[in-house]
């Protein structure tokens, strides 16, 4: 696996569980357009767009990125990202 490079995007949030984003790591390198990355809170896939917007993926592009052979890395991220969340939640709650 590359190295896990993080760059900073324009504000935004997230468009699933509104999370202010403001940096991103890529699973592929550099984050660009069309580059997949997820929502350091809730996980959820997004796309960037060409002005380094997040979108979600539409049904066709989830099943693309599904077929992918990054689908197995992507799916790695997201369960780390939920793992890490759940572990801070404990640690609120102790
Ligand atoms: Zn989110």
């Known amino acids: 696996m590359g190295e896990i490079l993080t760059v900073t995007i324009p504000k935004q949030h997230c468009r ?39 979108r979600l993926p539409t049904d066709g592009e989830m099943l693309d990125l599904m077929l992918s052979k990054n689908w197995g890395q992507i799916m790695l991220a997201q369960k780390t990202v939920r793992a890490f969340q759940t572990l801070a939640s404990l640690s609120r709650q102790a």
């Open 16 to 54: 699933s569980c509104g999370h202010l984003l403001d940096a991103a790591s890529g699973l592929e390198g550099t984050p660009k357009p069309g580059s997949v990355t997820l929502c350091i809170r809730c996980g959820t896939i997004h796309l960037f767009t060409p002005k380094m917007r997040v």
